[in-house]
């Protein structure tokens, strides 16, 4: 009998060949390497042809992205007519010898570029960051099914453990770029928690990205039960998520500000914390308390004091972490003022996104703009956002796309409904949407790490709203395309009107004598006031939200002028209200109250948010206009320690920068201390890879039975310590620890009353040997170790080490 061998299964270039040829998707597609490989494109086509088996310009495009990553010619054999009319549609032609060809895309209409042969907008991307990667602890294994076995680098190792180690009552301010894992320090928090973490974040869109998040990654603790919280969604009862705080089956809930401090959340965040169940409160995007608070969304300078509340319900135990990408310096200090104090620390690590190649184009003729776009999205690589500012132009332009054949279009604006929203973002992750048209309420953290183009078709009102849009881009950590098309005198009307509005000088002189008037006297100078008061002038003119939000940015204002100090916020009810109840505000104030020159004491903090609103305009006129390089505008705007990483302004571009030529995350050295040292001579393992099992029982036991948490590894017993410790701690406890390479011991951070033990092999390593960190640091050595230097003086005793011969004598000791 003659056995037959299977057939090989198909490669996922063979499945796209026979695809085009028969018009016809498989069931079962290859999946590629990467989301920046050659073949990622076939994969997409394929995708959507089984999901809408008649061709559109949506196929004609992925037809194209997959000549153009190959290099501009893609061999086939044939083609069925109706894709073959799509692919020419997009620039796509079919030779006699069976190739699919593609020219690059030069678009006559941008700025400042100059192609060199075979270059276009529609370059093959590459990846542009170099690996930074670290082996994780087994702990981390636990999550995302498995899957995570690694730090995606040293930097946000740090800020992981910076969360996991936050001290109760604390406030860490955490920073790392767009795409570098910042999330990853909530959701350990929340994984090694007992108690509740709110996470507070500035749109829906995002409350439902990282409430999906969270419950892939952690998947291993279904307890947790994340969640978010929305007023207006459907699949999503206010009512049954309040519920699930109060029994315990929600420890991790993503929410606004405004439900937070105002809304319906309140009362249940303030119960948790009163009886100890509120353990952390993560602000995620808080530099949105700085560029929003003061002016639009007034609840997130509010969430400060509601924090303070919290802190005090909690007995002092509340922990509080600040996440951005982004921090500017203005924004690092007002974040220190209003959250900080005694217990601040700070790790902010910011590096300028390599992954953007930004190019641009100026329109006068919203017709020509509209062509422009057209011809652009006939061209450019998917998945693709385009980016707009009002709700009808996005309404308007999803509607355009669609007409003109692009199918896979969806909309997502300030005024999609709650159960759109959901629907959307599933689609999305999903790969269902080739073309997301969007305001920004599509904009912050909303995380798809396979985004090759980000499209602006208006005038972004500053510089930072723009990087974190086109940051949506390129999380692959990939090339990616920003392409600004703004028709210039239309589009920049928009954004100054979204300029922040100031109140006149007669409008503050009459809301302050009413907020005066209606205001009742407390103890120890406190004036407690209402935030619904309402002059007879301005009956009619302001809704009943409208007004309260006025009354309260009145009141910020004044906070930041530091003419009052706000020391109180409460409900009290009162059934005339719409809501059954009134907010009052409790402030103390360091000025005359009667004293109505407030508009003359307010003038220089208006005329200084007025001209910083301004300069994030005037910024971008000077990238459009070609006088200033975006890295330099964005240097400017987050301090000069940011790290500038660029290569794809229109200005760096030619420099050709090698991706391994980018700079590391970089953060400050570690904290010197003068901690106690011992010289441990261990009886009970020798060096060799046999003796790692002894190694790693005496290492559990200091986690489990001791606390300590912090440890060195020699470089090569690291791999087989660490498998050896996930057969002891098995990832899915409650232990963490650190275990950090020799190699990587320069940039330890550790708390100053920590103990780091360190595990050395038969030859010393001096590196760790040379570690000042913590309050004590242990060396532990196998028994056939040269412990005695040439003099015959143990390591380290002329630096006062205490020398301990044996390791059970150590262990009493300690």
Same mark, same amino acid.
């Given at each position: 009998?003659?056995?037959?061998?299977?057939?090989?299964?198909?490669?996922?270039?063979?499945?796209?060949?026979?695809?085009?040829?028969?018009?016809?998707?498989?069931?079962?597609?290859?999946?590629?390497?990467?989301? /920046?490989?050659?073949?990622?494109?076939?994969?997409?086509?394929?995708?959507?042809?089984?999901?809408?088996?008649?061709?559109?310009? &949506?196929?004609?495009?992925?037809?194209?992205?997959?000549?153009?990553?190959?290099? #501009?010619?893609?061999?086939?054999?044939?083609?069925?007519?109706?894709?073959?009319?799509?692919?020419?549609? %997009?620039?796509?032609? *079919?030779?006699?010898? !069976?190739?699919?060809?593609?020219?690059?895309?030069?678009?006559?209409?941008?700025?400042?570029?100059?192609?060199?042969?075979?270059? #276009?907008?529609?370059?093959?991307?590459?990846?542009?960051?170099?690996?930074?990667?670290?082996?994780?602890?087994?702990?981390?294994?636990?999550? $995302?099914?498995?899957?995570?076995?690694?730090?995606?680098?040293?930097?946000?190792?740090?800020? %992981? /453990?910076?969360? *996991?180690?936050?001290?109760?009552?604390?406030?860490?301010?955490?920073?790392?770029?767009?795409?570098?894992?910042?999330?990853?320090?909530?959701?350990?928090?929340?994984?090694?928690?007992?108690?509740?973490?709110?996470?507070?974040?500035?749109?829906?869109?995002?409350?439902?990205?990282? $409430?999906?998040?969270?419950?892939?990654?952690?998947?291993?603790?279904?307890?947790? #039960?994340?969640?978010?919280?929305?007023?207006?969604?459907?699949?999503?009862?206010?009512?049954?998520?309040?519920?699930?705080?109060?029994?315990?089956?929600?420890?991790?809930?993503?929410?606004?500000?405004?439900?937070?401090?105002?809304?319906?959340?309140?009362?249940?965040?303030?119960?948790?914390?009163?009886?100890?169940?509120?353990?952390?409160?993560?602000?995620?995007?808080?530099?949105?308390?700085?560029?929003?608070?003061?002016?639009?969304?007034?609840?997130?300078?509010? +969430?400060?004091?509601?924090?303070?509340?919290?802190?005090?319900?909690?007995?002092?135990?509340?922990?509080?972490?600040?996440?951005?990408?982004?921090?500017?310096?203005?924004?690092?200090?007002?974040?220190?003022?209003?959250?900080?104090?005694?217990? /601040?620390?700070?790790?902010?690590?910011?590096?300028?996104?390599?992954?953007?190649?930004?190019?641009?184009? =100026?329109?006068?003729?919203?017709?020509?703009?509209?062509?422009?776009?057209?011809?652009?999205?006939?061209?450019?690589?998917?998945?693709?956002? +385009?980016?707009?500012?009002?709700?009808?132009?996005?309404?308007?332009?999803?509607?355009?796309?669609?007409?003109?054949?692009?199918? $896979?279009?969806?909309?997502?604006?300030?005024?999609?409904?709650?159960?759109?929203?959901?629907?959307?973002? +599933? $689609?999305?992750?999903?790969?269902?949407?080739?073309?997301?048209?969007?305001?920004?309420?599509?904009?912050?953290?909303?995380?798809?790490? @396979?985004?090759?183009?980000?499209?602006?078709?208006?005038?972004?009102?500053?510089?930072?709203?723009?990087?974190?849009?086109?940051?949506?881009?390129?999380?692959? !950590?990939?090339?990616?395309?920003?392409?600004?098309?703004?028709?210039?005198?239309?589009?920049?009307?928009?954004?100054?009107?979204?300029?922040?509005?100031?109140?006149?000088?007669?409008?503050?002189?009459?809301? /302050?004598?009413?907020? +005066?008037?209606?205001?009742?006297?407390?103890?120890?100078?406190?004036?407690?006031?209402?935030?619904?008061?309402?002059?007879?002038?301005?009956?009619?003119?302001?809704?009943?939200?409208?007004?309260?939000?006025?009354?309260?940015?009145?009141?910020?204002?004044?906070?930041?002028?530091?003419?009052?100090?706000?020391?109180?916020?409460?409900?009290?009810?009162?059934?005339?209200?719409?809501?059954?109840?009134?907010?009052?505000?409790?402030?103390?104030?360091?000025?005359?109250?009667?004293?109505?020159?407030?508009?003359?004491?307010?003038?220089?903090?208006?005329?200084?948010?007025?001209?910083?609103?301004?300069?994030?305009?005037?910024?971008?006129?000077?990238?459009?206009? !070609?006088?200033?390089?975006?890295?330099?505008?964005?240097?400017?705007?987050?301090?000069?320690?940011?790290?500038?990483?660029?290569? =794809?302004?229109?200005?760096?571009?030619?420099?050709?920068?090698?991706?391994?030529?980018?700079?590391?995350?970089?953060?400050?050295?570690?904290?010197?201390?003068?901690?106690?040292?011992?010289?441990?001579?261990?009886?009970?393992?020798?060096? =060799?890879?046999?003796?790692?099992?002894?190694?790693?029982?005496?290492?559990?036991?200091?986690?489990?039975?001791?606390?300590?948490?912090?440890?060195?590894?020699?470089?090569?017993?690291?791999?087989?310590?660490?498998?050896?410790?996930?057969?002891? *701690?098995?990832?899915?406890?409650?232990?963490?620890?650190?275990? &950090?390479?020799?190699?990587?011991?320069?940039?330890?951070?550790?708390?100053?009353?920590?103990?780091?033990?360190?595990?050395?092999?038969?030859?010393?390593?001096?590196?760790?040997?040379?570690?000042?960190?913590?309050?004590?640091?242990?060396?532990?050595?196998?028994? @056939?170790?040269?412990?005695?230097?040439?003099?015959?003086?143990?390591?380290?005793?002329?630096?006062?080490?205490?020398?301990?011969?044996?390791?059970?004598?150590?262990?009493?000791?300690?």
């Amino acid at each position: 009998m003659v056995s037959v061998s299977p057939s090989p299964e198909p490669t996922l270039r063979e499945q796209f060949r026979a695809a085009l040829e028969s018009g016809i998707a498989p069931e079962m597609i290859v999946l590629p390497p990467s989301t /920046w490989h050659p073949d990622y494109p076939c994969w997409r086509f394929l995708s959507l042809l089984r999901r809408c088996p008649t061709p559109t310009l &949506d196929h004609g495009v992925l037809l194209r992205q997959a000549v153009r990553w190959s290099g #501009g010619k893609f061999f086939v054999g044939g083609c069925t007519p109706a894709l073959t009319t799509v692919g020419t549609a %997009c620039g796509v032609t *079919l030779s006699a010898a !069976g190739d699919l060809i593609a020219a690059p895309y030069r678009p006559t209409w941008l700025l400042d570029e100059h192609w060199l042969d075979g270059q #276009g907008l529609d370059e093959a991307p590459v990846p542009a960051i170099p690996d930074e990667s670290l082996p994780a602890e087994p702990w981390l294994w636990s999550l $995302a099914k498995g899957q995570m076995r690694s730090w995606h680098s040293a930097a946000q190792k740090e800020a %992981c /453990w910076q969360a *996991l180690t936050a001290a109760p009552g604390s406030t860490s301010l955490l920073g790392l770029p767009t795409g570098a894992g910042k999330s990853l320090s909530f959701q350990l928090a929340a994984r090694f928690s007992a108690g509740v973490t709110i996470v507070v974040v500035p749109t829906t869109a995002l409350a439902i990205h990282q $409430a999906l998040a969270a419950k892939d990654i952690l998947a291993d603790f279904p307890h947790l #039960g994340p969640r978010y919280f929305s007023a207006n969604d459907p699949t999503s009862d206010p009512a049954a998520v309040r519920a699930a705080l109060r029994d315990g089956s929600c420890r991790l809930l993503f929410a606004s500000p405004e439900s937070c401090v105002s809304g319906s959340l309140r009362a249940v965040i303030d119960d948790l914390a009163a009886a100890g169940r509120l353990d952390t409160l993560v602000v995620d995007e808080a530099h949105i308390i700085d560029s929003w608070g003061g002016h639009f969304r007034v609840e997130f300078q509010l +969430l400060a004091l509601r924090r303070n509340q919290w802190l005090a319900l909690s007995g002092g135990t509340l922990r509080t972490l600040l996440l951005s990408a982004t921090f500017t310096p203005h924004c690092l200090d007002l974040l220190r003022t209003m959250f900080g104090g005694d217990r /601040w620390q700070q790790f902010a690590c910011q590096r300028l996104r390599p992954e953007i190649s930004y190019f641009r184009g =100026g329109f006068t003729v919203a017709d020509d703009r509209e062509a422009a776009l057209l011809e652009a999205l006939h061209h450019i690589p998917r998945p693709l956002i +385009l980016y707009v500012t009002e709700v009808d132009e996005a309404i308007h332009l999803r509607e355009v796309l669609v007409n003109a054949g692009f199918a $896979a279009t969806e909309c997502f604006h300030g005024d999609t409904s709650g159960s759109d929203r959901r629907r959307l973002l +599933l $689609a999305w992750r999903s790969n269902e949407i080739e073309i997301m048209v969007a305001t920004s309420a599509f904009g912050m953290g909303v995380d798809k790490p @396979d985004v090759r183009a980000v499209v602006h078709a208006c005038y972004p009102e500053n510089v930072n709203r723009y990087y974190q849009e086109v940051g949506r881009g390129g999380r692959d !950590g990939a090339k990616s395309i920003a392409l600004w098309i703004p028709v210039i005198p239309k589009d920049r009307r928009v954004a100054t009107s979204l300029l922040p509005r100031m109140l006149g000088a007669d409008l503050i002189r009459l809301r /302050w004598k009413t907020l +005066l008037a209606a205001a009742r006297d407390k103890k120890d100078s406190v004036l407690d006031m209402p935030t619904n008061a309402k002059h007879q002038r301005l009956m009619g003119g302001r809704s009943y939200g409208e007004n309260v939000r006025w009354n309260k940015r009145l009141l910020l204002m004044m906070a930041r002028a530091g003419l009052i100090d706000i020391v109180g916020l409460q409900f009290e009810e009162d059934a005339s209200e719409p809501d059954g109840r009134v907010e009052r505000v409790s402030i103390r104030c360091n000025f005359v109250p009667s004293d109505l020159r407030i508009a003359e004491m307010l003038r220089a903090s208006r005329e200084r948010d007025l001209g910083e609103a301004k300069r994030g305009i005037t910024a971008l006129d000077d990238y459009l206009a !070609g006088k200033s390089k975006i890295c330099r505008l964005l240097r400017r705007e987050y301090g000069a320690e940011t790290i500038i990483a660029c290569g =794809g302004c229109f200005a760096c571009r030619d420099e050709h920068l090698d991706p391994h030529s980018i700079p590391a995350l970089d953060f400050d050295p570690p904290r010197l201390t003068k901690p106690k040292l011992d010289i441990v001579a261990t009886e009970i393992f020798s060096s =060799g890879a046999k003796a790692i099992g002894a190694v790693a029982d005496r290492v559990a036991d200091l986690v489990r039975e001791h606390g300590l948490i912090h440890f060195l590894c020699a470089s090569d017993l690291l791999n087989s310590l660490t498998t050896a410790l996930a057969e002891r *701690l098995i990832p899915t406890s409650r232990y963490y620890y650190r275990l &950090d390479d020799a190699r990587e011991i320069g940039r330890l951070n550790v708390d100053p009353a920590s103990h780091v033990v360190a595990i050395h092999g038969r030859i010393p390593d001096r590196a760790m040997l040379r570690v000042r960190a913590g309050s004590r640091v242990s060396h532990l050595f196998p028994k @056939d170790a040269q412990i005695t230097d040439a003099n015959e003086r143990v390591l380290l005793t002329h630096d006062g080490a205490s020398f301990f011969p044996s390791y059970d004598e150590w262990l009493r000791q300690v």
